[in-house]
């Protein structure tokens, strides 16, 4: 049991890595564990625009399909200001500012423990 946490949280530090390399801004980590029922992790970014935030989900795509892992499913627009990646354990929110101010979900899950990577 212990290897697969280990897994879902080595692909948390994956993604982390890529969307800070392409410059996300304010990029946090929340481990949901045990409190949401569809995920333990939830990997939270802004976009500072909507080029921004398309190219962000590109790119988390395509590193991760590079090692194996499939996005499972993806909603919404960037131009509606929210994108959400699907990677069953590990769930990426790219949000325009505007979006994640009116959304504030660090603000919804504060039961929620930040992850350092």
Known sequence: ????MDDILNL??????VLDDRKAQDLVVLSVKG?????DYFIICTGTS???????????????????VQLRHKE????GGWLLM???????????RDMRDYYGLER??????LINF
């Open 1 to 4: 049991m212990s290897s697969l």
């Open 12 to 17: 948390s530090k994956a993604i982390y890595k």
């Open 35 to 39: 409190i949401s029922p569809i995920s």
């Open 50 to 68: 909507t080029t921004h935030m398309n190219a962000l989900a590109d790119h988390v795509r395509k590193e991760l399909s590079t090692i194996g």
């Open 76 to 79: 919404g627009k960037e131009t």
């Open 86 to 96: 699907d990677y069953k354990d590990v769930i990426v929110h790219i949000f325009s």
């Open 108 to 113: 919804i899950w504060s039961d929620a423990t």
